[in-house]
Structures are given as C-alpha cells and as structure tokens.
C-alpha cells in the first residue's frame, strides 16, 4: 500500500525565524502521524534553519527548486548537492509557477529529476493542466506528455521513488478545488501514464498528491479517492495549525482505508 505524503509548498513565504516558529508548531502532529509521510517546503533561505528545528523529527523537508548542474556559473542557482547538505530529502521540481513565470518545461524538468536522483534527492514532479487547456479537451494530453517527458531516462527504481503531484492550475491558489472525481480521473489517467511508461508495478507504487486550494475543509474527500495518495498544500500549509490538522485528517483516512 501506499504511503500519503502529505506536503507544505510556503513558496516565497516565511522569513528564518517565521519558518523556524511554524516547524516547530508542527513537531507534535509528527509524533502522532504514524501513516502519513510529512513534508515541508521552505523558501531556500529558511531550508537550514527549518531541517535544524525539525532533526530527529519524522518530518522531510524539500526544496522548492534547483538546478541540474552539480556545480558551476549559475548564477542564482543551487545543487541537488548543496540541497542535501541543508538537510533536505525532497526537491519539487517543475512546480506550475516555474513553467508559467521562469520558463521551465518538461525538459528542463527532465534534467533535474535525472539530477536529483543523482545527488540523493526524490523529486516531487508537478504536472497540471491550465483553464485553457482543461476547456479546450486537451488536459490528457498536455498532463501525459508532462509526465512522459518529465519521466523519461528514468529506471524503474527511481520512477518508483518519484512523487508526482497534480495540481490542475485553474485551483491553484484561486479556492476552486477540482472536485473528488475531476481529480480522480486525472489521477488515474496519470496511473496509466506511468503504467505504459514503466509498468503496472512500478505505476501502483507511485504516489500522486493532489495540489490546489486544498484545506483541512476539503483534504478528507479529496482524499477518499483510490488514486489520491496525499497532497501539496500551498496558503494552507503556511499556518501549524491548518497544515496539523489536515495531517491528523489524511492519517485518519488511512488508518479507515
Ligand atoms: P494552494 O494550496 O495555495 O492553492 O497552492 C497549491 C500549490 O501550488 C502547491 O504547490
């Protein structure tokens, strides 16, 4: 069975000490979150300070990007490398914000999924349709060819490491979260994705959060889906006490699974 992840994307939110307050209100609910794998993203400036206050911990922490070079004259960029230095274990890649804002594509997320393996990071790969898209009938396409493109070169082994997250971007940060079933059939189309790509097995190992405009008042039925493995939480993760309560909610709805 699957393990849902659930995880906090703070994007540019949260300076060190903000950071360090909010992990530390989330170090109870880690205690008592026996079946659900918890995640937070802090921005880069907070990942050192965030993996302190959390060591010992069960929580991970991610990065919120990074570079696929393992060194050189990037200016502004880090390193899968530099990241696990930090303390992180996971790195989201290829979030919608970066494809809209910083021109990132499947290809370039390609390259830093290859690199985060190879630098001893698991990706969190994000694919998601727009309002265009979705309306115009083409989600399957675009959201396959993500997920295909994104994947490729990858063996079995870390494919089944990979965490995907879809996160349709109409419900990104606008409170219109795709109902239980628009999300269900994108996971399981996404399913079939990976089972063509790598197999049935290796398809039935990954997990597949949801992300957008999810909240502790939509997680549980978001989550009663068979192919919602957890979430990537945006504004709702940006408070312990929200993020903490959706943790006990997806725990409870394994725990009944
Ligand atoms: P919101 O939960 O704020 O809609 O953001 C979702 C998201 O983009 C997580 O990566």
Redesign the pocket.
Known sequence: MRTPILAG?W?MNRTVGEATELVTGLLDVSKRASGVELVVGPPSTALSAVADALRGSSIGVAAQNMHWEASGAFTGEVSAEMLVDVGCKYV?IA???RRQYFGETNETANKKLHAAFGGGLLPIY?VGETLDEREGDVMEDVVGTQVRDGLAGLTAEQAAQTVV?Y?PVW????GRTASRDQAQDAHAFIRGVLADLCGEGVAASVRIQY?????PGNIAELMSAPDIDGG??????LKAESFAEMADIVQGVSAAA
Not at 171 to 174: E, K, N, P, R, V
């Open positions: 994307n994007k989201i979030h919608s914000e994000c997250a996160e419900a990104i940060g606008t992300g957008g405009s999810a909240n990537l939480i945006g504004g709702a993760s």
